[in-house]
Each structure stands twice: as C-alpha cells, then as structure tokens.
C-alpha cells in the first residue's frame, strides 16, 4: 500500500477516535442541557466543558475559577479561589491508546508505520490544541501546551507498541521503523536483548496482573455494594439525563479505581482527599465526592489484608520460571548473575508502569481537602519493585538449577543411568517370519508405489 494512503487513512481513524472521544462527553451534556434546563442555556457552555472534559482525560491540566454562587454552595474552603484539576479520566486515554495500537499495527502491517503514526499523532495535536482554543474562558482554562502534545503523547503510546507488536509478530516486515529497530539491537550483544526481552516480558507481565487482579476485585466491590450505589443514585436526585452524565463519568474514571485498587493490592493505597487513606490497614475517609461509585470503598480494613502482597511476588515468580526456563536451556552457558539481573530488571520494568500509572491516575480533583486524590506514586513504585523483584528472582534461580540439572544428565544418579542406558545397544530387529497362504487362497501381487521427483517405482508390501 502506498505511503501517502497509509498515512490518510491513519489520519482518518485518528480523527474518528478523537470525535467519538469528544462525542462520549458532549451527547450526555446535550441531553442534559434539553431535558434538565429546558434549552434555556447557552450550548457553547456544554460544548466547552465537553472538550475540558476530553482534554482532562489525555491528562491536560485545567484551572478553574467558580462565581461566588457556585462557590457559595459547595461550602469547599479555598473554593472561591482559582484551583487545578490535575487528575486524569483514564477512559478516554484508553479509547485513544487503543486507536494508537489499531493505527500502528495497520502502519506497520503496510509497510509504513513512520508515515501512518507521524499522521495519527498529528491529528490527536491539532485536536487537542483546537478544543483547548474552543473551551477557553474566564472559568475553566487548559494550558495550550499540554493541550497540543499530552494527547499527541497518549496517540503515540498506542502506535509505538501497536507497531512493534506487529513487527515482532511478523518477522517479515521490512519497512523503516523495524529496520531501524533490527539494527539497533543488532549493535547490542545478543546475551543483553535476550535479557532486556525477558525483563519487560516478566516485569509488564506482573504488573498487568496485578491490575487484573485488581480489576477483578472491582468488579467484585461493585456487585457487593450495588444496593448502596443505586440508593445514592437516588439520593443526589439527578434523573435519567443527569444520571446518565454521571454515569459516564464513572465510566471514564473506571480505569482509575482500578489502578487504585492495585495500589491498595500493594499495600500504599491511596486518599480520597488530604488527611484519608484507604489501605489493607485501615480506612480513614472524609467527605467524598458525591459520585455513586465512590460507595463500593472498604468501611474498614479486611482481615488478612496484607496478605494481597503475595499476588505480585507469585505473578513474578512464574513468569520468571516460564521465561527463564527457556533462555536456561544449557546450565553450560548460564551464569549465576543472569537470574538476578533478570529480576532486577524486571523489578524496574514493573515500577516504572505501576508507578507511572499511579502517577496518571492521581492529582487535584477540586479545591480545598480534594487537591490530593490517588495513589502515592513513588510508594507504589517501591512496592511494586520490591515484590516483583523479589519473586522474579527467586523464580529465575528456581529456572536456573533447573536448567542445570537437566542440561548434565550425568551429574546426578538419575542422569547416570540415562546415560547407562544410553550407552547401551540397541538390540538387532528381529525378522519376522513369512506366514504361510492359505489354501484356496490367492497372494495378492505387490503394489507400485509412485515417488513424485524420482525416477524409480518401489514395491509396496
């Protein structure tokens, strides 16, 4: 496919994600706007806080400024005063990153991955500075910076590894990118990228388990307390337009909750507000933000809660085994360093994505007591480090002697009489004797069989 149709066709798609993105935020408002305030408002309002609420969801920073009214009634110390709203609607950063991967592994898969993703991201800037152009006011105003290069950012996250997934997947590509790849690593010593591969393999694997874990435990919280979040549906009284704006919101926080229930799997936690923390040692809340959602939190500290910290010490463990024990296969070749370079790294890989997102997933949420929300990210990269290294080190040793004792099948009794056996003859074939025929009965005379390529037939018995 040529370059100039790759590249407009990953401009198109970018495009599309960027306005289903901008239409996920702007039809809840709408209908809000027509059955809530009877079309008495001006629309651009709702058209400029659906593209704040966009942009907040590629990470754009936002400060806002209340009228004395609003200000009034929320009753919010410093609620008068100019305040940020730092933290990030994980949703729509995921919708974008998902396109980014679509875009990249089609770029990739044509031959031109450069031009397909310069496009997308491109399109994501123009998109993001545009809408922070659109949404500026005296109230809510986005810095245009941040505006023009974070969901440029999260566009490019998505196409980077959608291109290098395809290029690892299909070893026949040729274009650009993956050449520029393949000779860069063919400039590193074989024993460092085998390395390095099994590292990521093994750290982003633990860390993504961790967060399925956690998603899981979500889902579980959710359907426990789904009586209390349908009666605070009920008590903010919001109605089915209202509601439904809610509930979006919700949606789009819903990747939040779960990083913030892997920080709480870890051990740190995470607030709600200065001064809470809701852990696996307790919980101290405040008053929270009145979002349904916010009711499937823990009342207390479960029993044995601490004992979550196996979970990412027994993903490591395991996938260093499985990792290890295939670039273990000669105990000649291995080094006792190797398991414990491979956990280190490893160790790094999984902080840096469980801290990086505890980072994303966290910040101001309003003024006053909400301008801490989240996870303490580098408390999370601790933790993340210590478990996961500990676990893929052990299971890289635990691989190692493995490898080991199967790689020298003489070194121990068991091998010796492999090898006994081994050393052993064969014993000759013994030729079977010809059964007589049957009187009355006729030999049936010995089929030709036809060998394509040869220029001879042999007998078939």
Known sequence: MRRTTIALLAALEASVTALVGFGVAFVPLVLLWAVHFGLAVDLTVFLRAAADVWLVG???????????????????????????????????????????????????????????????????????????L???????????????????????????VGAVG???????????????????????????????????????????????????????LVAIDYATIAGLYQTLGAGIDGGLALTVVELALLPNLIVWAASWLLGPGFAIGSGSLVSPGGTLLGPVPGLPVLGALPADAPALGTLWLIAPVLLAFVGAWLVSGDALGDGDRARWWVPLAGGLGAAAVAAMVLGLLAWWSGGAAGPGRLIEVGPEPWAVAGVAAVTVGLGAVVGGYAAFARAGRVARPGGSPAGERAAFRDDRPAPAPRAEEPRPTPAGDHADPPRREFIWGADRRRDVE
């Not at 950063?93 to 491109?122: E, K, N, Q, Y």
């Not at 949404?135 to 566009?155: I, N, T």
């Not at 690593?185 to 990521?200: C, H, Q």
């Open 166 to 220: 395809e290029s690892v997947r299909r070893a026949s590509a040729t274009d650009a990118a993956t050449g520029l790849v393949r000779r860069a690593l063919t400039i590193l010593p074989a024993d460092v990228v085998a390395g390095a591969r099994g590292a990521v393999r093994v750290g982003a694997g633990a860390a993504f388990g961790v967060l399925a874990i956690a998603g899981v435990l979500v889902a579980v």
């Open 58 to 132: 590629h990470g754009v920073d936002l400060t806002v400024q209340l009228d004395p009214i609003t200000a009034a009634r929320i009753a919010l110390p410093g609620a008068g005063d100019p305040f940020p709203i730092t933290i990030a609607l994980l949703g729509f950063a995921l919708l974008s990153v998902t396109s980014g991967m679509r875009v990249g592994r089609r770029s990739a898969a044509g031959g031109h991955s450069f031009s397909g993703g310069i496009a997308a991201i491109l399109v994501f800037a123009l998109a993001g500075l545009a809408l922070a």
């Open 134 to 160: 659109v949404s500026a006011a005296d109230a809510v105003r986005a810095d245009p910076w941040q505006a023009a290069l974070l969901p440029a950012f999260v566009m490019a996250l998505g196409v980077v």
